[in-house]
């Protein structure tokens, strides 16, 4: 089954400051990917997410960001971050039926 | 559009007896998959159960069954013998059809205590 790490798991940013959230997966080669927010005690709201190098749909205007450089990495950015943008932002990649295998998650917190 | 609805936030279960977590969704899409996550208290994500739109039967997977109605549009996760670990977050999901095919959206959850 597919590994997904994400880092870093923890940080606290100042509002204005940029932001780069990182994931990369093993186990697997050109799955879905994808990066979902969940403000506490909330579901996960979709942010992003790509079907393959280079190719990313976003689905909530925000100051958010992605990239997929590599087959298996996918990167989560802001160059001013808001107070809004904190959060537990979470990576997937998607298994041979659409289920998705998640990271550990990383919770921002904007200040 | 696309919608998944999850009508408790919070349910509570004594111990060895069965639940139903309620999902209902939403989509012109006649090809999708539905999927049932749980989130325990540590914030990890863990795959539960799959049906598919075309699926005659409903998926089961241990102590987790799907209860399909797909005229009704509802995927209610069944779990029987619940456990004291059962105690988590649950969300249902939904993997669209045609140009939404790679697209999957989460309900809002359901807080679920089992009691001993």
């Known amino acids: 089954s597919q590994t997904i790490h994400q880092w870093p798991a923890t940080l606290v940013q100042p509002v204005g400051s940029p932001l780069s959230l990182e994931c990369t997966v093993e186990g697997t080669s050109n799955p879905n990917l994808y990066w979902y927010r969940q403000a506490a005690g909330r579901g996960l709201q979709l942010l992003f997410y790509?079907?393959?190098?280079?190719?990313i749909s976003s689905e909530v205007p925000q100051n958010l960001s992605a990239s997929r450089p590599q087959d298996r990495q996918f990167i989560l950015s802001s160059k001013k971050l808001l107070l809004s943008d904190s959060g537990f932002y979470l990576c997937?990649?998607?298994?041979?039926?659409?289920?998705?295998?998640f990271g550990e998650g990383s919770r921002l917190t904007v200040l | 559009a696309q919608k998944i609805t999850q009508t408790q936030p919070g349910m509570f279960v004594q111990e060895k007896e069965a639940v139903t977590l309620d999902c209902t969704y939403d989509?012109?899409?006649?090809?999708?998959?539905l999927f049932w996550y749980k989130q325990p208290s540590s914030g990890e994500m863990i795959f539960l159960i799959y049906q598919g739109s075309y699926d005659q039967q409903n998926a089961t997977e241990g102590r987790y069954s799907l209860n399909f109605q797909k005229a009704r549009k509802s995927a209610n996760l069944v779990i029987s013998a619940s456990q004291l670990g059962d105690s988590a977050m649950y969300f249902c999901a939904m993997r669209g059809g045609g140009s939404s095919y790679d697209k999957v959206i989460f309900g809002p959850g359901t807080s679920l205590s089992v009691i001993p």
């Open positions: 997937a990649s998607a298994g041979r039926t659409g289920e998705l295998f």
């Open positions: 989509t012109s899409d006649p090809s999708y998959g």
């Open positions: 790509s079907v393959g190098i280079g190719q």
